[in-house]
Each structure stands twice: as C-alpha cells, then as structure tokens.
C-alpha cells in the first residue's frame, strides 16, 4: 500500500475521484429533494430515478467512445471542467427561478454520462502507471473511495437542503468540487501521459465487442453466456439484500435484541466494512482464489444468509453472513480489473469495462424490484425461496467451465 501511495500518478486519480464522488453524490440527492419538492412529485422523483440508472446502461457503448480517445489524460481533464461548467450554468439559471427541474435532471445526465466516460478513460491509465502485483490492491483502494465517499456526500446534500432550500449554492457547491478535481488532474498530468499502445480496430465494430467479450471469458474461465449471467444474478441477489433484510428485521422484531433502527445500522456498517476490507486486503486467505471461486462462495453464502432468514435466527448469524458476502464481494472487481489489466490493451480494456457497467446496472434494479418489491406482496417465503434458488443457480452457472466462445 505504501508503494501505492507514493505513486503520483495514482495518488493524482484517487484525489480527484474523491472530489468528484462528492460531486456526484451531492447533487444526485439534491435533485430528488427538488424533484420530491415540485407539484408533480410522483413524476419528477421517477425521472429523476430513470435518469440516474441510464447512463449506467449505456456504459456499453461508451466504453467503445472511451477506448477509441487517444491523449486519454487531456480529455480526462477536459470533460472534468465541462462537468463543473454545466454545473455553474445550472447555478446561472436557478438564480432567476427553482423551477428549472428538467433542465437540471437534463444537466445531471450529462454529467453523468461524462463521469462514466471519464472514469473508463481513467482505467487505462492505472494500467499503465500502476505496476501488475499492485494492481489489485489500486483497484480496491480505488473502488473503496465511492464506497466512503458517496453516504457522505448524500448526507451533506439532505443537510444542506434541508437547512437552506438553495438550490443555488447547491448547483455552485457541486460546479466547485468538479472544478477542484480538474485542477488535481491538470498539477498531476505530467505523471498521468502515457504512450498509448497502436492496436488495430479492424473493420467490423461486432468483431471487436466479440474479441473482448473472448477475453473476458478466457480471463474468467468461464463461458461468456454463463460469466455474464452469473453476474447479473448475483449482483441482483446482492443489491437486494439491504431491502430485504429491512423488511425482515421489521416483521421479526425478536431476532435483535437492538431497536430495529439500531440494527439497521448495524447491518449497514456491516456491509461497509466488508467491503472495503474485502477491496483493500490482498494478502488474506482468499489471495489465490480465482474469479470463479469468489463468486461461488459469494453465491454459497448469500444461500446461508437466507436460511438464516427462513430459520429466523440471531442477528449475529445475519451480521456474520452479511460480512461474509460483503468481504468476498468486495474482493470480485479489484481482482477481475486487475487480470483485464494484465491481459488486454488500453481500448479494450475501456470497451470490456463498458460492457461490466452495463450489466452490473441493468442488475441492480432487478433485485431491488423483483426481490425487494415482492416481499410485501408475496410475503417472506417465497422471496426468500426464490433467493436461494438463483443462489443455487449461479453456483451451477459458474462452475460449468467447458462452452463455447463467441463466434466472429
């Protein structure tokens, strides 16, 4: 980690993500307060939903934009000052009137969109300035800064309106964090440039998704099918958990010796913890284990968890599984980013990671409204049964390891 820390290069990346998580994750909250505010509540706050998962789905095609950019830090920089001056025009216009909701979800779009090019941009450039035994850890380290940073921002954001109403300062507030994060980019660009690789695109843009969605498949092990699938899947179990375990701490009151705001949150800081414990260690128990491995024990044990549920035991057991899963999750994307790195080249390393935001955002609202929507219309049950049937089901997914690649 020490190492890690003295590379400027990095150093540079991380700090200007943080502000800009801050950003992000500020303004996002501050939206759907402005949203929830309007005369059409319902309406607003839904779009305002839709429009935060879009740019998440259309990471496919953008990570096709960001591989094909040469001169990555440069736009890196660029895009990051155009975030903070639509953010500051935003500013502009709600000088005059708050009534500017579409434009400001329009405006959070966009910025979005940029923030996922932007950060598809900045892989590439880990690659090349982070040495391949360290790569894992960077990627941790890296992916730990949203994970402590956005409930930060978001409660900055629900304090600061709730105490002002200004949605003018909040718009300036946000343009300022982007701005900040610019100029770390521009004191550091010197150690960001790098040479970029000549590869060849050929001439069918279908052959070149195909390629890398092979090198995927190679990397993992893993037919592509079942890869991609299993991902989807237990991403879907994974997000729902939270909404679940809500739900069932507020019907089985008895299982906690807390309050059920107590234990909320401290399944929360569960999750927390695991997580950057999981995406930070290296060294551990796990250090060898392959993507297929962490996935099924990910799978095995969110299988447990829900027994646990069924069996209506302690909450300890809850809090140990959670933990678990959360540890082990934790280690999946530093680990799987890291074996892209060593293995493919800086566009198709953006082209591949494009591919895994799309599906792991596709993911995310079919847990939350399959899984976590069913509970109160079907009942405990049958959710938790379902749960453990598609645990079930990614375990047999990813361990067939014989299929067939893409045909070109």
Same mark, same amino acid.
């Given at each position: 980690?020490?190492?890690?820390?003295?590379?400027?290069?990095?150093?540079?990346?991380?700090?200007?993500?943080?502000?800009?998580?801050?950003?992000?994750?500020?303004?996002?909250?501050?939206?759907?307060?402005?949203?929830?505010?309007?005369?059409?509540?319902?309406?607003?706050?839904?779009?305002?939903?839709?429009?935060?998962?879009?740019?998440?789905?259309?990471?496919?095609?953008?990570?096709?934009?960001?591989?094909?950019?040469?001169?990555?830090?440069?736009?890196?920089?660029?895009?990051?000052?155009?975030?903070?001056?639509?953010?500051?025009?935003?500013?502009?216009?709600?000088?005059?009137?708050?009534?500017?909701?579409?434009?400001?979800?329009?405006? +959070? /779009?966009? @910025? $979005? *969109?940029?923030?996922?090019? !932007?950060?598809?941009?900045?892989?590439? =450039? &880990?690659?090349?300035?982070?040495?391949?035994?360290?790569?894992?850890?960077?990627?941790?380290?890296?992916?730990?800064?949203?994970?402590?940073?956005?409930?930060?921002?978001?409660?900055?954001?629900?304090?600061?309106?709730?105490?002002?109403?200004?949605?003018?300062?909040?718009?300036?507030?946000?343009?300022?964090?982007?701005?900040?994060?610019?100029?770390?980019?521009?004191?550091?660009?010197?150690?960001?440039?790098?040479?970029?690789?000549?590869?060849?695109?050929?001439?069918?843009?279908?052959?070149?998704?195909?390629?890398?969605? +092979? /090198?995927? @498949? $190679? *990397?993992?092990?893993?037919? !592509?099918?079942?890869?991609?699938?299993? =991902? &989807?899947?237990?991403?879907?179990?994974?997000?729902?958990?939270?909404?679940?375990?809500?739900?069932?701490?507020?019907?089985?009151?008895?299982?906690?010796?807390?309050?059920?705001?107590?234990?909320?949150?401290?399944?929360?800081?569960?999750?927390?913890?695991?997580?950057?414990?999981?995406?930070?260690?290296?060294?551990?128990?796990?250090?060898?284990?392959?993507?297929?491995?962490?996935?099924?024990?990910?799978?095995?044990?969110?299988?447990?968890?829900?027994?646990?549920?069924?069996?209506?035991?302690?909450?300890?057991?809850?809090?140990?599984?959670?933990?678990? *899963?959360?540890?082990?999750?934790?280690?999946?994307?530093?680990?799987?980013?890291?074996?892209?790195?060593?293995?493919?080249?800086?566009?198709?390393?953006?082209?591949?990671?494009?591919?895994?935001?799309?599906?792991?955002?596709?993911?995310?609202?079919?847990?939350?409204?399959?899984?976590?929507?069913?509970?109160?219309?079907?009942?405990?049950?049958?959710?938790?049964?379902?749960?453990?049937?598609?645990?079930?089901?990614?375990?047999?997914?990813?361990?067939?390891?014989?299929?067939?690649?893409?045909?070109?």
């Amino acid at each position: 980690m020490i190492n890690l820390l003295r590379n400027k290069a990095f150093r540079g990346l991380s700090l200007s993500t943080f502000f800009q998580v801050i950003g992000i994750s500020f303004f996002n909250i501050v939206l759907l307060l402005m949203a929830k505010n309007t005369k059409m509540p319902s309406f607003w706050v839904s779009l305002v939903s839709i429009a935060t998962v879009l740019p998440g789905i259309t990471s496919i095609f953008l990570g096709r934009i960001s591989g094909s950019i040469r001169n990555k830090t440069k736009w890196v920089i660029l895009l990051t000052l155009t975030q903070s001056l639509f953010f500051g025009l935003l500013a502009i216009l709600f000088f005059t009137t708050d009534q500017y909701i579409a434009v400001a979800i329009l405006v +959070n /779009l966009l @910025s $979005d *969109i940029i923030g996922i090019v !932007i950060s598809l941009m900045k892989m590439p =450039i &880990i690659q090349n300035k982070v040495s391949g035994e360290n790569q894992q850890q960077a990627m941790g380290l890296y992916q730990s800064i949203s994970l402590i940073i956005e409930p930060v921002g978001q409660a900055i954001g629900v304090s600061y309106i709730m105490a002002t109403h200004n949605y003018v300062v909040g718009s300036i507030i946000n343009a300022v964090t982007f701005l900040i994060s610019a100029f770390i980019l521009f004191i550091h660009r010197k150690y960001l440039t790098y040479e970029e690789k000549n590869v060849e695109d050929g001439d069918n843009h279908k052959i070149k998704i195909r390629a890398v969605l +092979n /090198l995927f @498949s $190679d *990397i993992t092990e893993v037919p !592509i099918f079942n890869i991609l699938l299993s =991902i &989807i899947l237990v991403n879907a179990l994974g997000t729902s958990i939270d909404g679940i375990l809500n739900l069932y701490i507020l019907d089985n009151p008895t299982v906690s010796p807390f309050s059920f705001g107590t234990t909320i949150l401290l399944i929360n800081i569960t999750f927390v913890l695991g997580s950057i414990l999981g995406s930070i260690t290296v060294n551990d128990i796990l250090k060898k284990a392959s993507i297929k491995t962490l996935i099924t024990l990910a799978a095995s044990i969110i299988f447990l968890l829900y027994v646990v549920l069924l069996l209506n035991l302690n909450v300890l057991l809850i809090l140990i599984a959670a933990f678990s *899963i959360t540890y082990i999750t934790g280690k999946v994307n530093p680990k799987l980013y890291a074996l892209l790195m060593k293995n493919s080249d800086s566009k198709s390393l953006s082209i591949i990671l494009g591919v895994l935001n799309s599906v792991l955002t596709v993911a995310a609202p079919l847990g939350s409204v399959i899984l976590v929507g069913g509970y109160p219309i079907f009942g405990k049950l049958p959710i938790l049964l379902l749960s453990m049937v598609v645990s079930i089901a990614v375990v047999i997914l990813i361990q067939k390891s014989t299929g067939s690649r893409l045909k070109k």
